[in-house]
């Protein structure tokens, strides 16, 4: 085969890697939105406001300019907009590290690694719901497969692609800016390049973030006279991540930093790789099964780690930790900020188990299998089984027509803005406490609902469960349970 066919033999190869991929996850996509993120990002395609989380700052903007063009040129619903983006995005980050893996270890391992990322439950989960992990790590990982060959052969276009793929994922998630910067950085660093090879990389890079932050920018001042223009979006960063300085589960500086304190904080970040993001903890058999293939794989590298496989974390080690350590100090351990991490897991356990003697090379093949086991019922209950917060929308809708539910107090948390989204028409705020109202509020209510169980009440006033709504952890583990409790005076008063 010539030069020529063979390539446009491996394009066809790409995409037809990337329409099964994109297919898979939009025939297997949430059937509404799943959490609060979710419902933000919602609303800001319907308008843009950081100022009142619609989406919270730091605003996600191209994730929300996907999901606006869906809703004004093709007259999607935004749910189905942004669902699509992150379809997208999960099939891209496939592609892209199939490409990736191909170039640095060959087709075979790339093949087995790109099936195996495909079904892995954190990133099917995550590539079918309205988030913007999926979209941000596929064009992250077009950046570092353009790096890797800029890395090799010096291609100025592989450069200024990769400055492109950089700024795009900084715009659909900005916290990734510093990761981005590593990637693009790292190689520039090592093969010594001139000055103005630097310049052009870097300009590229910033002049992509500046096409996303300068209308960004003018658009919240536009909704704020009062905060000097210079000042929005600095002022919007502020008020959300000062938030989290005192919150233990998010901000490690928060926390005592006793052995309890940072062990249970690896277990959640760092086990929750193989645990939630490979969806070991599905079941018991899948924990001992997932735990035995994970040491077996990771022991089988330690031996058979060789040149190619220094090679590999030469390119990849210092922006997976800088990645892994924000994560670690500053944000909770859902497993979908670990998104760009599951492809090095992969590859190191399907290479440790590749480097076996035969006959005990087949266990390559356990692993994928393992993933398919688990992500297939999970994903069939996603598609067809709402979140449990919209399950409990629905229920309270089912209960009273809609005259009456404006009668119907509600003191809500993770639920409230499902409510805002699906049923405005309930009196719904987001309280722990019923003193949080005028007393001639409460007197005058139809029904009064709350999902806290603590929920701070008056003497006399009691809490009955009516209601509770759950799926698997594994399908998403935030917002996986929810209890629905009436609240009531006791029978004395």
Known sequence: MSTDQDRQGQRWKIAAIFIFVFALYFLTRSPDLDEWDSVQFAWGVRGFDLWNHHPHPPGYPLYILA????????????????????????????????????????????????????????????????LTDSLASGLLSAQLLCMLLYRGRGCFRDLILAACFGAAGTGVRPQLFLVALVILIGPLAERKCSAKIWYAGIGAFILGCLFWLTPMWYLQARLDSHTPAWLVYPEQIYQQWRWRLDKPDVFIGAGDFSPRYLGERFAVHILGWFGFGLGFVRFPFTIAAGSLLTGWGLIAYWFGFNEEDREFWRAHWVWMMVHVLIIYCFL???????????????????????????????????????????????????????????????????QYPFPERRGVLLFLGISFRHFEWYAPEFDAIEADSLAAVKPERLASARAIYTEYPTITLPEGWRIVPVAHFERSVVIYPKHHTVTLFRVERSAAL
């Not at 935004?78 to 099939?91: D, Q, R, T, W, Y």
């Not at 290479?351 to 069939?380: D, H, N, Q, T």
């Not at 209950?381 to 709402?386: A, I, M, P, V």
């Open 67 to 130: 999901g606006w063009m869906g809703n004004a040129f093709w007259h999607w619903e935004p749910v189905f907009s942004l669902e699509i983006a992150s379809c997208l995005g999960g099939a891209l980050f496939v592609a892209a590290w199939f490409l990736i893996v191909r170039l640095q270890f060959g087709e075979k391992l790339a093949w087995l690694v790109g099936a195996s990322l495909t079904i892995t439950p954190v990133v099917w989960m995550t590539s079918t719901k309205v």
């Open 332 to 398: 909770p351990g859902d497993q979908r900020y670990y998104l760009l991490v599951m492809p090095l897991i992969l590859v190191v356990l399907l290479r440790g188990f590749l480097a076996l003697r035969k006959p005990w090379r087949f266990v390559a093949i356990a692993l994928p299998l393992l993933l398919l086991g688990v992500s297939i019922p999970v994903a069939m209950q996603s598609r067809n089984q709402e979140a449990p917060p919209v399950r409990l929308v629905r229920f309270l809708q089912q």
